[in-house]
């Protein structure tokens, strides 16, 4: 069974900070790797996503995949209280199969 | 990025009404849909995977006959919730996928059912 796990939260950092999500994943065979972020009562935003091993870096946003290990985890560079949010961490097989979502990370920025 | 407009974004029916959800790509093409729905405080739980010209794909334990999707045309799917129930409020969101992989998701539709 294809599961994607990441770490509930709250997970809370003062603004500036670097905020660390991280998320495993199951099948070994996942080839893409999303982020996104979900406000409350919205849909989710696309952040970034990642195909290969090691960093991808986007503004203050930087994805690392280690696919040896099996995770993925976002790190957002001076945290500002806007980044408060449900961070979802996807996974993709390929081809045209959907996206496996983890159940996400709620963080909070505090000012 | 890539623009998934849904509408209606806010939906009351009474039990026992159907609603229908749209989903447009605005401007790209997507032979694939995706239909999430998500609860309170839960993550989105893929409900079916509508392809362009044919039947949609249903996740286990998600009736496709309660859940209509058509997917006419390569900028549009809908989503008919038949006989709504108040079980079936919840947060309906579909999302379109780009020629290079890249997931993007409709604003979402909240439905309530009285």
């Known amino acids: 069974q294809k599961e994607v796990e990441q770490n509930s939260g709250p997970l809370s950092v003062p603004e500036g900070a670097i905020a660390s999500l991280n998320c495993t994943y199951s099948?070994?065979?996942?080839?893409?790797f999303f982020w996104y972020r979900q406000y409350s009562g919205k849909s989710p935003e696309l952040i970034m996503f990642?195909?290969?091993?090691g960093d991808k870096e986007d503004g203050r946003f930087t994805a690392q995949l280690n696919k040896a290990s099996q995770y993925v985890s976002l790190l957002i560079r001076d945290s500002q209280p806007s980044d408060s949010a449900t961070y979802l961490c996807?996974?993709?097989?390929?081809?045209?199969?959907?996206?496996?979502f983890g159940k996400g990370t709620r963080l909070s920025v505090i000012a | 990025g890539a623009v998934v407009s849904q509408h209606p974004s806010r939906v009351i029916c009474k039990s026992g009404t159907s609603v229908k959800i749209e989903c447009r790509s605005l401007?790209?093409?997507?032979?694939?849909m995706f239909w999430y729905r998500q609860f309170p405080k839960q993550s989105l739980m893929l409900m079916a995977t509508?392809?362009?010209?044919?039947?949609?794909?249903?996740e286990q334990g998600v009736e496709k006959d309660k859940f209509l999707i058509n997917h006419a045309s390569l900028t549009l799917s809908t989503l008919t919730v038949t006989s709504a129930h108040p079980e079936d409020s919840s947060f309906y969101i579909c999302?379109?996928?780009?020629?290079?992989?890249?997931?993007?998701f409709g604003e979402g539709s909240r439905l309530t059912v009285l």
């Open positions: 999302s379109a996928r780009t020629v290079n992989g890249e997931l993007f």
């Open positions: 099948d070994r065979g996942s080839q893409s």
């Open positions: 990642i195909y290969s091993n």
């Open positions: 996807a996974v993709i097989l390929g081809g045209n199969t959907p996206l496996v």
């Open positions: 401007d790209f093409q997507a032979t694939t």
């Open positions: 509508s392809n362009e010209g044919s039947k949609a794909t249903y």
